[in-house]
């Protein structure tokens, strides 16, 4: 069986991201989408609000598991036995930074791969940032991400789900 991870923070997800799923998920019997708690950052959505996003935006792609993880990438590799990770690439800005983390994680780990794909042309500037920044002064971002996460986004900058508690 092969299997590939591809890890993020995802916070939030958006279109590019799964337009990078999506490709990936067609070539492996299975995608672990693995969703990094990465105690150092401060993230929008708890890693459980953003495997839910995962998991309603990628729930037609049957091959795709929605999962955590922490530590390093190359532990969760080995423990799922996992010997390929996809990189999606926007920009060869990108590209330096991810091709030392290949090499890095290649030196750890000999058996895993990593396998870049460069992004559709229509999401090269999309980014988690750009989009939470978008929706915090309340402007047009929906063509960026699903239904699902354009709400949740809203509701986070609307302060209603702290009106909920």
Same mark, same amino acid.
């Given at each position: 069986?092969?299997?590939?991870?591809?890890?993020?923070?995802?916070?939030?997800?958006?279109?590019?991201?799964?337009?990078?799923? &999506?490709?990936?998920?067609?070539?492996?019997?299975?995608?672990?989408?693995?969703?990094? &708690?990465?105690?150092?950052?401060?993230?929008?959505?708890?890693?459980?609000?953003?495997?839910?996003?995962?998991?309603?935006?990628?729930?037609?792609?049957?091959?795709?598991?929605?999962?955590?993880?922490?530590?390093?990438?190359?532990?969760?590799?080995?423990? /799922?036995?996992?010997?390929?990770?996809?990189?999606?690439?926007?920009?060869?800005?990108?590209?330096?930074?991810?091709?030392? /983390?290949?090499? *890095?994680?290649?030196?750890?780990?000999?058996?895993?791969? %990593?396998?870049?794909?460069? *992004?559709?042309?229509?999401? /090269?500037? %999309?980014?988690?940032?750009?989009?939470?920044?978008?929706?915090?002064?309340?402007?047009?971002?929906?063509? /960026?991400?699903? $239904?699902?996460?354009?709400?949740?986004? $809203?509701?986070?900058?609307?302060?209603?789900?702290?009106?909920?508690?």
């Amino acid at each position: 069986m092969r299997k590939a991870v591809y890890p993020g923070s995802f916070d939030p997800v958006t279109n590019g991201h799964l337009d990078i799923i &999506e490709r990936a998920a067609s070539k492996f019997d299975v995608l672990y989408v693995a969703v990094l &708690e990465n105690s150092g950052k401060k993230p929008l959505f708890t890693v459980e609000e953003r495997i839910g996003l995962l998991e309603k935006a990628t729930k037609n792609i049957n091959n795709v598991k929605c999962v955590s993880f922490d530590g390093l990438l190359v532990q969760f590799a080995e423990r /799922m036995d996992i010997d390929t990770v996809i990189r999606g690439l926007r920009a060869v800005t990108d590209f330096e930074y991810e091709f030392q /983390m290949a090499l *890095t994680n290649k030196n750890l780990y000999p058996r895993l791969d %990593t396998i870049f794909i460069p *992004t559709n042309l229509i999401h /090269m500037y %999309t980014s988690s940032s750009i989009v939470k920044e978008i929706a915090k002064y309340k402007g047009n971002f929906e063509s /960026m991400v699903t $239904e699902d996460v354009k709400k949740a986004l $809203e509701e986070k900058f609307n302060g209603k789900e702290e009106n909920e508690k």
